[in-house]
């Protein structure tokens, strides 16, 4: 499936105000928004950080929200929370991915690793590791699924892993062929990436909304 994906990664400076900052980028969408696919508010592991992902038909869906959003000086916006410090966005198109045998199922954790690379070859190889990797990680109990979205310069890398639980997550990470090809993967990167890994506390697809 083609869609443009961005992740608003949100550094907190009140940890004990996530709840009420969730709730608010998830509020900041209208499941009706022309192009609106999926909107999802993640918490990480320390509480530290909130990551806003969402995904759009294509990349004029998303900056008509962003922008409309702006110009309204909508209260939920990150930038405006006073709980909220720095908040970096990480945009890119569907780069293809993997398909786990809990496809479909709602999300209990994820992570978002975000590699960067001198460009689009790099970039290429590395997801051809992780479509190699399938063939195995495709048969993990608990895995949904793992996307991968792309920078439009081929720099930016953002693999979006998701599992059940908290227990599929960590039988993944503790299999030794993960360490393997993290090692792989690290060969190609120009700059250490960042790997984020949250628990899912708000989930609208289009229509539909599911809170923790």
């Known amino acids: 499936m083609e869609y443009f994906a961005a992740f608003d990664i949100c550094r907190l400076t009140e940890p004990v105000a996530a709840g009420r900052v ?6 900041a969408v209208d499941a009706r928004a022309p ?5 999802r508010v993640h918490l990480t592991l320390d509480g530290a950080t909130l990551v806003h992902h969402t995904r759009w038909s294509d990349e004029r869906d ?3 929200w962003r922008s409309d959003g702006d110009a309204a000086g909508r209260p939920e916006d990150p930038h405006r929370d006073p709980a909220v410090g720095a908040v970096v966005t990480v945009t890119g198109a569907a780069a ?8 479909g199922q709602r999300p209990g954790m994820v992570a978002v690793a975000i590699r960067h690379f001198a460009g689009p070859e790099p970039a290429a190889a590395v997801l051809r590791l992780l479509h190699r990797s399938g063939r195995w990680k495709s048969d993990h109990p ?14 930016t890398f953002v693999n979006y892993p998701a ?7 960590e039988a993944w990470m503790a299999d030794p062929r993960i360490g ?3 090692a792989e993967v690290a060969r190609f990167e120009s700059a250490p990436p960042q790997y984020l890994v949250c628990t899912v506390e708000h989930d609208v697809v289009g229509e539909h909304r599911w809170e923790r």
Do not use: E, K, N
């Not at 192009?35 to 909107?39: A, H, T």
């Not at 599992?163 to 997550?169: D, N």
């Open 142 to 155: 608990g895995f949904i699924a793992a996307d991968v979205c792309l920078s439009a310069d081929g720099r």
């Open 180 to 182: 393997a090809g993290q």
């Open 22 to 27: 969730a709730a608010a980028l998830a509020g």
């Open 62 to 64: 998303y900056r008509r």
């Open 96 to 103: 293809g991915g993997i398909r786990g045998p809990a496809v």
């Open 35 to 39: 192009g609106f696919l999926l909107s």
């Open 163 to 169: 599992w059940t639980g908290r227990r599929a997550y």
